[in-house]
């Protein structure tokens, strides 16, 4: 999954997007101007091949929101938890509707999925994590985001957690450096908890080593990715973490990275920021496509986006979700 520079697709765009090796599109904030430009330009992306490439974009709320003028601002996820410390009831409403609003303001104008909802417990140790985290405690993490997903869902969106299996304790931000959690398996349990219990399409894995555990990062690793298939049972699809994150570079250079991380077991690789590295990548990697990887890959990207054109029709329903949550900014 690779990025593009502007508002607008190049030829040099199309011919990548083209290559057999690219799977589906990460959209950023350079990438977006207003609601008309975003549509124009998901509806050209998927008019490129069938069956039509996946648009991702990371827009949880708070600071993590790549469209601004004309989307709904929507909350950092500790808002939610905040109102679950005083209205448990209240706080479900509300991330209900958030989910509701993301999905809907993206779905129709063209956006397949974001990278949400975050799971990782805030241990009060992660700046990069920080807001992002719903709570502290793994049980109304799964409240908040189990209301979230079904906001989500219901507009027909897939939804992504992130960071397998938690990002909360390691203090390092993986962007720029590599992190390190020492805890043992059964101390990262409640950190894993929220995986067991929600409905998710896909999953991230951290750049994170977890020592205690194995000498790789969870991404790289057979133990982890193992471990979410054989122990929590997830068979959806399981996603890197942008490989030219300095987190990753543990594994090598990105023709190594993407080795390391599709042997294994991602279905799905990220590499954003970094056009270079996409050109090497698909010049010097050759990889054996395995055919239950693309059927589960192929869960995140719905043929249409009738459902969230028709809400988002609706604007008195939109107005009041939304006037719902700007209570939580």
């Not at 104008?109 to 405690?137: M, Q």
């Not at 908040?144 to 897939?158: D, F, K, P, S, T």
């Not at 205690?212 to 049972?233: E, H, M, P, Q, T």
């Not at 799905?268 to 010049?283: Q, S, Y």
């Amino acid at each position: 999954m690779i990025d593009i520079a502007g508002q607008t697709l190049t030829d040099f765009d199309r011919e990548r997007l083209c290559h057999p090796l690219v799977g589906g599109l990460i959209l950023f904030g350079r990438n977006y101007r207003d609601p008309a430009q975003l549509e124009a330009l998901c509806e050209e992306i998927h008019a490129l091949r069938h069956p039509r490439l996946p648009i991702a974009i990371d827009h949880e709320g708070g600071r993590v929101q790549r469209c601004r003028e004309g989307f709904t601002r929507l909350p950092a996820m500790r808002r939610l938890g905040e109102c679950w410390e005083n209205d448990p009831g209240k706080a479900l409403e509300m991330a209900r509707a958030v989910g509701v609003i993301l999905a809907t303001e993206l779905r129709a104008r063209g956006v397949d999925f974001s990278f949400t909802p975050v799971l990782d417990l805030d241990w009060g140790r992660s700046g990069v994590i920080g807001d992002r985290s719903f709570h502290s405690d793994p049980e109304a993490v799964v409240a908040l985001a189990g209301a979230l997903i079904e906001g989500l869902h219901w507009v027909g969106m897939a939804v992504c957690g992130k960071h397998f299996p938690g990002h909360g304790w390691a203090e390092a931000d993986s962007h720029v450096a590599l992190p390190v959690d020492e805890r043992s398996l059964a101390e990262l349990q409640k950190d894993i908890f929220p995986y067991r219990k929600l409905k998710l399409e896909a999953i991230m894995p951290a750049h994170v080593i977890y020592s205690s555990c194995d000498a790789k990062c969870s991404g790289f690793s057979d133990y982890w990715i193992g471990y979410l298939r054989n122990n929590v049972k997830f068979d959806g699809v399981i996603f890197s973490d942008d490989l030219s994150m300095e987190g990753a570079s543990v594994a090598g250079d990105i023709v190594d990275r993407a080795e390391a991380a599709w042997r294994a077991g991602c279905d799905m690789l990220l590499v954003c920021n970094a056009p270079d590295a996409v050109g090497e990548l698909l010049n010097r990697w050759t990889v054996a496509h395995k055919p239950e990887r693309q059927v589960r890959v192929g869960r995140l990207a719905p043929e249409n986006a009738d459902s969230g054109a028709i809400l988002l029709e609706s604007a008195e329903y939109l107005e009041s979700l939304a006037c719902a949550a700007s209570l939580l900014l």
